[in-house]
């Protein structure tokens, strides 16, 4: 699934192609949109909120009595936009895959296999995303905040509560699993059993503002193939720092990789 960085990152390969575009042509290859026609309308700025794309719209006068809208989407697991120049050609994935077209001057977006899509009102965009916890990446980011929900549940586990996005937004597996290992915690340890949440919180952030602007995430420092994890992807293979072998098993609906020496099972329970 694509991390907050990812989309931070595509939302601002959208601005820099279209922002302050108007556009010549549109197309929607999903039911509900199939009928939408965005010609005309310009491009006011494409923004993130943790794992959501939002691309704010100006309306012609005369299309509609709302002048500022915005075109919604989730990337999920297999999501993506892509900015080609005109009359390039559309090379990123196979064009059945293709959800929504918009054609400008200057470019054209294609977003491919896109979830969630709706076009609604700007000032409505927090029925979409209003539940997501503080952004790791925006320019509100309230690590308190962050600390206090994922604290409002003791019992959840620490690797399940990082990827909850109600509670912390931008958060994806990758992370998840770093951020853990580098403090030492079990993906298993109830939340409030983490030492220092508000550390965990903070390590989070930075890993993520570390990565912004680039494709390549690393949370090593380093950016060669196979280096660029601690734990992540990197099952059976020799921890960094101990040198046991790195284990992976599921973890809610998700995979988690960790080091079982350098992260301790949590202690049971006392009853």
Not at 233 to 244: K, N, V, W, Y
């Amino acid at each position: 699934m694509p991390e907050g960085d990812t989309v931070w990152n595509t939302a601002r390969v959208l601005h820099r192609a279209l922002a302050g575009a108007t556009l010549t042509g549109s197309d929607f290859r999903v039911p509900q949109l199939a009928t939408t026609d965005l010609t005309g309308w310009t491009v006011r700025e494409s923004a993130s909120r943790g794992k959501h794309l939002l691309l704010r719209l100006a309306a012609p006068e005369a299309a509609s009595d709302v002048r500022h809208w915005t075109l919604h989407s989730h990337l999920r697991m297999d999501g993506a936009w892509r900015a080609y120049a005109p009359g390039e050609r559309w090379a990123a994935r196979p064009a059945h895959l293709i959800r929504v077209v918009l054609r400008s001057t200057p470019a054209v977006a294609v977003g491919y296999h896109l979830h969630e899509l709706a076009l609604l009102p700007t000032a409505e965009e927090e029925s979409l995303v209003g539940h997501l916890g503080p952004d790791l990446l925006g320019p509100d980011w309230d690590a308190a905040e962050a600390v206090r929900r994922l604290a409002a549940h003791p019992e959840s586990t620490i690797g399940e509560a990082l990827l909850d996005q109600r509670n912390l937004a931008g958060v994806g597996n990758l992370y998840k699993c770093e951020v853990l290992f580098l403090r030492g915690v079990s993906p298993w340890t109830p939340v409030g059993a983490v030492p220092d949440l508000a550390g965990t919180v903070a390590l989070a952030q930075r890993l993520l503002a570390a990565n912004r602007g680039r494709w390549t995430q690393s949370t090593t420092g380093s950016l060669h193939r196979g280096g660029t994890s601690y734990v992540y992807g990197r099952r059976a293979q020799p921890c960094r720092r101990c040198g046991t072998a790195i284990r992976k098993e599921e973890l809610g609906e998700r995979v988690t990789y960790w080091c079982p020496v350098c992260q301790p099972a949590p202690e049971p329970a006392q009853p």
